[in-house]
């Protein structure tokens, strides 16, 4: 079978390559996939290139999502022929993962493929956008509806913010759409954006602690003095999901927002979600996200393209979702 590889020099650097492997390395687990799709997130590129101390062994296989058929399995969950899809619990980083033509994993990480979608589909959509749509039911369960004004979406142009602003706009919610890339206006105006925020607007560190009442929610992959900075901007009582840590992992905040407004910070975890609340988000995603909006925030790519798109995502420079055809 070929598998993406990374392996660590003695001097600590790493290096992918696609490599035919044995079956019999794949790690223990209950069942065995035939990968049909993977794809590109931010932890990915970090998985093919440094490892930020998420991987712990090498040769290691990344690929943190994948979508397939399967071949054998010991679980009474599956059998062989169904369709699953997997996103989380940490496959790809300490597991090996999907940047192969076969994975082994544990049942309880898998899921059905949800109804409506086919496993290229699920995989356009992948952990990135799968954490859209929990950050979405998140702040709705926070009441979060269309008439309560304008929903903020940092890091837009990217895997979290395209599908967020997609599923945003095709439920009702007029979306304003925060990116680096104002080059990339018609791209965001296609998935439904109706307003464009540039990056260096909310660049500069609080000052004020409380700003003019902005925004009725926001779904944030940045992080950093971004969201510090909306904290400040949200409507009385308003949500903001906290996804992404792409502009930095620091939170450089007053009180002031929660204690004055009631603004609510909310945190959003994919990988460890139970599969109760994971079956619930796919089945939104298959009912909310409209598909030609996810065909136009997709590209497709092979196992060999991998090692440079993960440094490109690493840089910001990738643009909505990668979508891997591992054979
Ligand atoms: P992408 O790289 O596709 O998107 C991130 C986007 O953030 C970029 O496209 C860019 O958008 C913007 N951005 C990048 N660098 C900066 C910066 N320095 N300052 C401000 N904005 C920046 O990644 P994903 O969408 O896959 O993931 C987004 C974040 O969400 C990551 O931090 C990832 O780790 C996290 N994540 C968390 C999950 C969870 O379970 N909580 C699951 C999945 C992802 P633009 O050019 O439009 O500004």
Known sequence: MRALIVEKSEDGKTSASVQEIDESRLPEGEVTVRVEYSTLNYKDGLCIGPGAGLVRTYPHVPGIDFAGTVKSSEDDRYKPGDKVVLTGWRVGEVHWGGYAEKARVKADWLVPLPEGLTTKQAMAVGTAGLTAMLAIMALQNHGLRPENGEVLVTGATGGVGSVATAILSNLGYEVAAVTGRPEQSQYLSLLGAQKLITRDDLAETVKKP???????????????????????????????????????????????????????????????????????????????????????????????DLPKLGADILKGKVRGRVLVDVN
């Open 210 to 304: 409380l700003e003019k009442e902005s925004w009725a929610g926001c779904i944030d992959a940045v992080g950093g003095p971004m969201l510090a900075r909306v904290l400040g901007q949200m409507k009385y009582g308003a949500s903001v999901a906290s996804v992404g840590l792409a502009g930095g992992a620091d939170l450089p905040a007053k009180v002031t927002p929660f204690i004055l407004r009631g603004v609510n910070l909310l945190g959003i975890d994919s990988v460890m979600q139970p599969f109760e609340n994971r079956q619930r988000a796919w089945a939104r995603i298959a009912s909310d996200l409209p598909m030609d909006r996810l065909q136009g925030m997709m590209v497709e790519a092979t196992l060999e």
